[in-house]
Every structure is written in structure tokens, then in C-alpha cells.
């Protein structure tokens, strides 16, 4: 075996990041029959879909952000404003998101990530089961991911 001495750097370089992770993509493509499939696709795009609610007022009252991916929904944001809570609309936003996803980019799956004082048991009354929980993330939190079959 032979020994080598590396340099070890910890600046923040958007240069080398890009770099970094081309030459990942083009390893994982290499490795995997489904990646390489993708490429070169539509479906190997992040496509943005965000859905929002407006008051009277034309004030924010609620929105969901996400994208989508390789036939999933992501949900990264889902938020109602405090005084809009309880009517609903929590559901419509993410109900319209799922359609928008399902009908018009052929997605088959949801995915998201609450903490447990955020919302597991409103997605989970929207279909989506737990796949994941991570204790402590952060420290006296538990994340959750969900998911949720669109087919």
C-alpha cells in the first residue's frame, strides 16, 4: 500500500463544490442502471411547483413549495398563516401541489420532512406514512420523513 499526504482544506469554494458534484453525478451515473436512464431526460430536472393562497387583502395567507424530480413530489415549505389555520387550507395546498404533480408531470410519489411539533399528524391524515424518524435533529427534536403513493 502506498502511503500519500493530502492537503486537507476547509474554505468554502463554490468552484470546487461545482466540480465536486459533477464528478459525482458522472460516478453515480456510471454506477446505476435508474440514474443513467434519467439522463438527459426531463425527469432528471428539479422543476420548481409552488402553490399559494391570497387573502382578500392579496396577503400571503398560506403557500406550499416544492419541486419535482425523477416522478416525486418533494414538499420542502408547507405554511399557513396562523390566522388561516383550521379552514382548511393547509390541504388545499398540498392537495393542489399533488395534483399539479400527479396530472401534469407523471409523478407516481410525495415526499417531505416535518419536526414533530410542526405537523406529522396533519400529512399523516393526507396519506403520507413515516419512513424515517431521526431523534434529536436538532438536539429535543425529532424529524420525520413521509411519503405518499400519488398513483
Known amino acids: 500500500m502506498v502511503s500519500r499526504m493530502f492537503r486537507i ?8 463544490r461545482d466540480l465536486l458534484r459533477a464528478r459525482l453525478l458522472e460516478t453515480n451515473t456510471a454506477a446505476s442502471p435508474v440514474l443513467r436512464a434519467l439522463r438527459g431526460t426531463p425527469r432528471e430536472r428539479e422543476v420548481p411547483l409552488q402553490v399559494w393562497a391570497l387573502d382578500d387583502s392579496g396577503d400571503l395567507a398560506g403557500g406550499a413549495v416544492c ?5 416525486w413530489l418533494h ?20 392537495a393542489e401541489a399533488e395534483r399539479i404533480a400527479r396530472e ?42 413521509l411519503i405518499k403513493d400519488l398513483r
Open 104 to 145: 401534469e408531470r407523471a409523478c407516481t410519489a410525495a415526499r417531505l420532512e416535518t419536526w414533530d411539533f410542526q405537523a406529522p399528524d396533519f400529512y399523516k391524515k393526507q396519506g403520507y406514512e413515516v419512513v424515517c424518524v431521526i431523534p434529536d435533529y436538532p438536539p429535543g427534536i425529532t424529524e420525520y420523513t
Open 9 to 16: 482544506e476547509t474554505e468554502v469554494d463554490k468552484e470546487r
Open 67 to 71: 419541486h419535482t424530480w425523477a416522478d
Open 75 to 94: 414538499v420542502t415549505y408547507l405554511w399557513v398563516d396562523g390566522r388561516h389555520r383550521g379552514a382548511g387550507l393547509g390541504s388545499r395546498l398540498l
